[in-house]
């Protein structure tokens, strides 16, 4: 069955980088795309982009180009979220979604990234 | 800024019919922005309900079904069980990427 595991919580300071693994199972790697969405506590999703593990191009919304990189690791059927420079309000759940064909999927049990000096 | 609104809260009975809409800022919904539907509970992350408008997950229960209603995109439960009790998100893909409603908190009562 297709999965998607996420790695584990973590805490960072302001300024610092946090990076996210999912690693996916039950599918065909590199024929689907990934989406990463997040939820802040209390709050709605938010779109973060997307990633194509067959030839690693990659979208970003306008708020978060600079800040945020995706890579993947086809060997390990693995793709990576890097954001940096966090916030405070970079607080939030992370997710990695399944994302082909404009049907999101499946998605990661997710991973807390708490932002706290 | 691109928005997408969704109903706040709505309630319902248990075997009623509710219906959850989903509109964009920028113009009508058509199935050229791939409606989905989400279904959250606390402390759970989102599950796939509907794809591309109308299309069920399949997992996702006959009872869940999506349209296009007027000018917004539709997520019709019914006869509604209290498991459905969640939060309910749609997205629509719009300028190139997706964008999320702020959500609809259904309560069955």
């Known amino acids: 069955q297709v999965q998607l595991v996420q790695s584990g919580p973590e805490l960072k300071k302001p300024g610092a980088s946090a990076k996210v693994s999912c690693k996916t199972s039950g599918y065909i790697f590199t024929s689907s795309g990934v989406t990463w969405v997040r939820q802040a506590p209390g709050q709605g999703l938010e779109w973060l982009g997307w990633?194509?593990?067959?030839?690693?191009?990659?979208n970003y919304p306008e708020n978060f180009k600079g800040r945020v990189t995706f890579s993947r690791d086809t060997s390990a059927s693995t793709v990576y979220m890097e954001l940096r420079s966090l916030r405070s309000d970079d607080t939030a759940v992370y997710y990695c979604v399944k994302d082909i064909h404009f049907s999101i999927s499946h998605w990661g049990q997710g991973t807390l990234l708490t932002v706290s000096s | 800024q691109t928005v997408v609104t969704q109903e706040p809260s709505l309630t319902v009975s248990p075997g009623g019919t509710v219906t959850l809409t989903c509109a964009s800022s920028i113009g009508a919904v058509t199935s050229d922005t791939y409606p989905n539907w989400f279904q959250q509970k606390p402390g759970q992350p989102p599950t796939s309900l509907i794809y591309t408008t109308r299309n069920r997950q399949s997992w996702t229960p006959a009872r869940f079904s999506g349209s296009l209603l007027g000018d917004r995109a539709a997520l019709t439960l019914s006869g509604v069980q209290p498991d459905d009790e969640a939060d309910y998100y749609c997205?629509?893909?719009?300028?190139?990427?997706?964008?999320f409603g702020g959500g609809t908190k259904l309560t069955v009562l």
């Open positions: 990633i194509n593990p067959y030839d690693g191009h990659t």
């Open positions: 997205a629509l893909l719009l300028l190139g990427g997706w964008v």
